[in-house]
């Protein structure tokens, strides 16, 4: 009994005065617990063949208890140092704040988004189709079967091994899904990321084409040049006209060049526009019926007209930028500028 005591007695000083050294809550507890743990261990020892049973039991938890004092009072300690050290900081509460700066939209999706809106209010919705296509959707159903010169207007990405499998060269295929989805009338406007092996100061090898199709019985080339004006007055301003030059597309005919006043000079002529007062912004035509042939539709009963323009260039005559790779190279210096 006498010796019981004694082990308490020495463990309880040893735990206090390891707590006294502990910088931190864990070493504490772990003190703690294998102080507790030794005291149990003692008094078993003690119990095998005592007849006090009692008065060792009672010994024991008697220095369990101090030792949940040492214990709680060690943690105290602990947790006013920390809240000390936290009031001795000095923080200077006059200095001006951090200011985030808000995020905005890409010019680009600025104006993927005005062309929309502008479509949407006469009846346009939005269609969207896959940036790896299939060589029938890109080419094929667009009558420009296999070795058709007219591929080469257009440098293609192809899929190493997958000859049928190309990074789309223009939104047009997006026609041939939706007349396929659905039957007429059609009247979709199609954003869309595109890419050729084009690389210069006007040409990105991969930029942004939006594509407009309108199927209907009874639909002509001036419906074409009335929705086409309608745009160019919305985007650009009331004194913009269009003109529209003869041209060719394998999947139009007749098929027009889309021309828009000069958006810098008014039509006065001047650099960016060579001196001929109109800039040249996309490709158009009545739908060919060779194409209507490929998505089952009655080219007896239904026509259309269909046209395509490069967002990116529409945002670089909006908002005056003569350098498409400022658009893709992420210099915040330059997207800034269009919040
Ligand atoms: N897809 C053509 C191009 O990228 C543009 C176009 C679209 C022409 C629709 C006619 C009709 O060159």
Not at 66 to 89: F, Q, S, V
Not at 98 to 106: E, I, K, S, T, V
Not at 280 to 287: A, N, P, Y
Not at 309 to 338: C, H
């Amino acid at each position: 009994m006498a010796s019981l005591a004694d082990q308490l007695q020495q463990l309880s000083s040893a735990l206090e005065a390891a707590l006294q050294r502990d910088k931190d809550e864990q070493s504490v507890r772990k003190h703690h617990a294998d102080c507790v743990g030794a005291m149990r261990a003692a008094q078993k020892a003690a119990l095998s063949g005592a007849s006090d049973k009692k008065a060792i039991g009672q010994l024991t938890n008697e220095h369990i208890r101090r030792a949940e004092g040492i214990y709680e009072a060690a943690l105290k300690r602990l947790a006013d140092e920390a809240a000390a050290r936290e009031l001795e900081r000095s923080v200077d509460v006059t200095l001006p704040g951090r200011a985030r700066r808000l995020g905005h939209l890409h010019p680009i999706t600025l104006a993927r988004r005005e062309i929309e809106a502008i479509f949407a209010q006469i009846g346009f919705t939005v269609a969207v189709g896959p940036q790896v296509e299939t060589d029938f959707h890109n080419f094929e159903a667009l009558a420009m079967p296999k070795d058709h010169p007219a591929r080469d207007m257009q440098d293609t990405f192809y899929v190493d091994g997958s000859p049928d499998v190309v990074l789309r060269t223009h939104t047009s295929p997006v026609q041939i899904r939706t007349m396929l989805a659905q039957k007429p009338p059609v009247r979709v406007i199609v954003p869309g990321t595109v890419y050729r092996r084009d690389d210069d100061a006007t040409h990105s090898p991969m930029f942004n084409q939006v594509e407009g199709l309108c199927v209907d019985e009874g639909v002509t080339f001036a419906d074409l040049k009335g929705v086409l004006l309608h745009f160019a007055r919305r985007f650009f301003g009331d004194k913009i006209g269009v003109r529209l030059r003869p041209s060719f597309f394998p999947f139009t005919e007749p098929s027009a060049e889309i021309d828009f006043t000069c958006v810098f000079c008014g039509g006065k002529g001047c650099r960016t526009c060579k001196q001929t007062g109109w800039i040249e912004i996309g490709g158009s035509g009545m739908v060919d019926p060779e194409v209507f042939r490929h998505v089952g539709y009655d080219s007896e009963k239904y026509t259309g007209f269909a046209f395509g323009w490069g967002i990116d260039r529409m945002a670089m005559l909006k908002y005056g930028i003569d350098n498409i790779p400022l658009f893709f190279e992420g210099d915040v210096r330059f997207a800034r500028q269009f919040r």
